[in-house]
């Protein structure tokens, strides 16, 4: 049986309707680019807001999806038609096995579209029903800190249910920004080349011997088509390869692992040449704990 995932993602959905359209078709490319590269089959459909990938195996794409840029959530969804009756009998159904005696649980519902309820009357009308259903559970609603959560999203004349979401990286979809170089040399520099990325940033990844690891083991599963160019660690090999790989792709810049210390000679290094450097702000401590974050979304 298919397995249905809501895709969600923030960014694009306040772009002006031209220019989302343009991050949507992206968005979806490389949805089907980290599925073609993990051996998924499935199909992608939409409705406002949201996409929705059918595919045959649940657990992989799932995983797939939280390295895809743009990307906010994913979440495993039960479609029924918008009918009272219809919502109420597959979430008692789901639930069942979620609920164990004495558990705390919230309905967490939301709308869109013309309906004869309001969001909050749907929730409380369906909390009762699961207290009723299962009253010799002893079952209590805590809508601060519950155990289980249920939520049900209406959308138009199809209802989804679901019960965890899992975080993807936000940001723009590869692909809507320009092309850039980085140095990759440890955690400092994986971490600046990421950030760019996430802002739709193709790039192109000149590692050093310590830096090959973040490159090909957790960039290019965000990015499968990432080119990893490896140099050896002398500053003037990776300098010259950096060089040599603007020229050759038309890169707009270079990102390069600095801190403010650094910044001033690497500025008369590269003249007029753009360079960005995402993590110059950030301590060796902060590094470390926004890496161990990136490299979770690759478990």
């Known amino acids: 049986m298919a397995t249905l995932l809501l895709i969600r993602y923030g960014e694009l959905a306040l772009k002006s309707p031209p220019v989302r359209r343009e991050f949507e078709r992206s968005l979806r490319h490389n949805i089907l680019e980290q599925f073609l590269e993990g051996g998924i089959t499935g199909r992608l459909r939409s409705d406002a807001g949201h996409l929705y990938a059918e595919v045959d195996a649940g657990d992989p794409a799932l995983r797939a999806l939280r390295r895809v840029f743009g990307v906010t959530s994913v979440s495993e969804v039960f479609e029924v038609p918008t009918d009272r009756a219809a919502i109420r009998d597959r979430l008692l159904e789901l639930a069942e096995p979620r609920l164990r005696p004495k558990s705390r649980f919230a309905v967490r519902a939301r709308r869109t579209g013309q309906h004869p309820f309001t969001s909050q009357e749907l929730a409380r009308d369906l909390g009762g029903d699961v207290l009723e259903r299962y009253a010799d559970r002893e079952l209590a609603v805590d809508l601060e800190h519950p155990e289980v959560e249920l939520f049900v999203e209406v959308r138009g004349p199809r209802t989804y249910l679901y019960f965890d979401r899992a975080t993807g990286p936000g940001g723009l979809p590869l692909g809507v920004a320009g092309r850039l170089v980085a140095l990759i040399d440890g955690p400092r520099g994986a971490l600046g080349a990421y950030l760019m990325m996430k802002r739709g940033c193709r790039v192109l990844l000149v590692a050093v011997p310590s830096g090959e690891p973040y490159a090909r083991e957790v960039l290019r599963r965000f990015d499968p088509k990432a080119e990893v160019v490896v ?21 707009d810049g270079v990102v390069l692992p600095l801190d403010v210390d650094g910044y001033p000679a690497a500025r008369e290094r590269w003249g007029e040449r753009v360079i960005f450097s995402p993590t110059v702000g950030f301590t060796d401590a902060e590094v470390d704990e926004r890496w161990r974050n990136v490299t979770a979304l690759t478990a």
């Open 231 to 251: 140099v050896p660690p002398d500053p003037t090999a990776w300098s010259a390869a950096l060089e040599a790989a603007v020229d050759r792709t038309h890169a």
